[in-house]
């Protein structure tokens, strides 16, 4: 079945500086991956996604790219600001279900 | 809206007693998911609906848990009888078709 292993599980960063976390898939045959941050005590929220049709996306400060051949992708936040530290979840879709199997996370901390 | 409603936001509870998690999702949502989130095993799909009748259940851990769904506006989550091994932070989700998943702020359950 599908597995999703994410790096790194912590990652510190000075404010402005950039944080990129790393995911990597087992199954060719996903077609969609979020991305989930989570805030102390609050549910996952989307932040991001993209389809296996497409290579990269952008939204404002983050972006997210995906290689397919490789089976990675990766989460990009330009500018960090301290309102970034979480834990970000990314997650690959599991083929021919509405199910999605998530990394183990990466607590980011944004240092002020 | 709202938002994905869940109660109790905490519970603690006796090794072999029943416990039950409440979720109301966002008007509309045709899809509902429960997940359990912990330190070792990250965040796991217990079982998700749709229509209000169960699609997959593949991840409810073992006969002591049960979920169901009366309605398009209320599902339980059920646990009898709990054990510690349960302890964990469970999630309800919600969807409209096949879209962005929203999440709850979660339940935190302890099992002593």
């Known amino acids: 079945g599908e597995n999703v292993e994410q790096h790194p599980s912590t990652l510190s960063v000075q404010e402005g500086d950039s944080a990129v976390i790393k995911c990597t898939y087992s199954d060719s045959a996903s077609n969609y991956f979020p991305w989930y941050k989570q805030e102390l005590g609050k549910g996952p929220q989307l932040i991001i996604d993209i389809r296996s049709n497409v290579g990269e996306k952008k939204d404002q400060r983050i972006a997210v790219t995906l290689n397919k051949t490789a089976k990675h992708f990766s ?3 330009t500018e960090t600001q301290p309102e970034d ?3 970000y979840f990314c997650a690959a879709s599991v083929p021919g279900t509405y199910k999605y199997i998530f990394g183990t996370g990466t607590r980011l901390k944004v240092l002020a | 809206d709202a938002g994905v409603i869940q109660s109790p936001r905490h519970e603690v509870t006796e ?3 029943e416990v ?3 979720c109301k ?3 509309g949502h045709d899809y509902l ?3 359990r989130q912990t330190m070792m095993r990250g965040l796991e799909l217990l079982i998700y609906f749709n229509n209000n009748v169960p699609i997959d259940d593949s991840g409810m851990p073992e006969d002591r848990f049960s979920a169901k769904m009366p309605n398009a506006s209320f599902s339980t989550l059920k646990i009898q ?8 932070v469970y999630f ?4 409209y078709d096949r879209g962005e998943q929203y999440f709850g702020p979660g339940t935190r359950l302890t099992v002593t």
């Open chain 1, 75 to 77: 989460l990009h936040i």
């Open chain 1, 85 to 87: 530290s979480a834990v």
């Open chain 2, 15 to 17: 090794m072999g007693q």
């Open chain 2, 20 to 22: 039950t998690l409440r």
């Open chain 2, 25 to 27: 999702p966002i008007s």
């Open chain 2, 33 to 35: 998911f429960w997940y």
């Open chain 2, 81 to 88: 009888p709990s054990e510690p091994r349960d302890s964990a």
């Open chain 2, 92 to 95: 309800c989700a919600s969807s």
